[in-house]
């Protein structure tokens, strides 16, 4: 009896402490902190609930109700006029283009990034590593006229080949930084491994290097699908027929054909975002799963 007395007060004493610690815990929460996270939250998705909620309703009582009170008759007309106004055909001249694009940009990038980290002692490669840093530096806006003046002479001006191209060149640089610095944190030792085992560098690049770099590749090929999607200067400057145009410069003109009919170009909008979101959410969840992989080896 008495050791069972004994052990029974030191089992309450080595309890005991867990209470502060669930109390510490409590008062470490930044409610501050949260409560501006939810008050931008909602500034954030004012403007997408506006937008949503306005592609269902008709354009007179569109004037005469409260903008972001939800429609009392819900319409699909205006979704419906959207696409007789040939919204197909921009939305796969856009596919086109983001496809084309970002598909070759994201592997020559990767090629290139891992060139670049397992040659560091080649001159030349360092010397591209620069050329592909001063490429940041150079915005589209500086040098449309130049790549306006190539598409002239290349004889591609007027069809998506001619955006797809410099779209790519544009894309490249970013995505070889993000790419190389992420290849450069795979230990050393498995690419030592893999040589030992006899495998090549190009059977190196595509066996290890890849799939440890899915995470970084995924949020590359979102990031640059974003930006080619909702591109707009390379069309407009590029491009003159209509059969040619991508969905954002089209939303230009849906807004001049519609006039004001402000629920008709809210309903193309929403058409335009949904690949995007949907495109984010499948990217989110290979890059989370990519990391869980990763920290389970």
Known sequence: MSTITERTPSATVTGTPGHPRRKSRARGYNWFGGSLSWIWLVIVMLPIYWIVITSFKTQDTYFITNPLAPPTDLT????????????????????????????????????????????????????????????????????????????IRLKLYDTLLAIVLP??????????????????????????????????????????????TRPALVTVTIYNALGIWNGFLLPLVLTQNPDQRTI???????????????PAIAASVTLTTVPIVLLYAIGRRQLLSGLTAGFGK
Request: proline share 5%; no cysteine; charged share 10%.
């Open 76 to 151: 699909f007309q205006n979704y419906k006029d959207v696409i007789e106004a040939d919204f197909v055909r921009y939305f796969f001249n856009s596919v086109v283009v983001t496809a084309g694009a970002v598909i070759p940009a994201v592997l020559v990038s990767f090629m290139a990034g891992y060139a670049i980290v397992r040659g560091a002692s080649n001159r030349l490669l360092r010397g591209m590593n620069w050329v592909f840093l001063t490429g940041l530096a150079i915005p589209l806006q500086a040098v449309i006229i130049p790549v306006y003046l190539i598409i």
């Open 167 to 212: 779209s790519i060149a544009f894309a490249i640089p970013l995505s070889v930084l993000v790419l190389s610095n992420f290849i450069r944190d795979v230990p050393k030792e498995l690419f030592e491994s893999m040589r030992m085992d006899g495998a090549s560098e190009w059977g190196t690049m595509w066996r290890l290097a890849f799939p440890l």
């Open 248 to 262: 954002p410069l089209a939303l230009a003109n849906f807004q001049g054909q519609f006039g004001i009919n402000v």
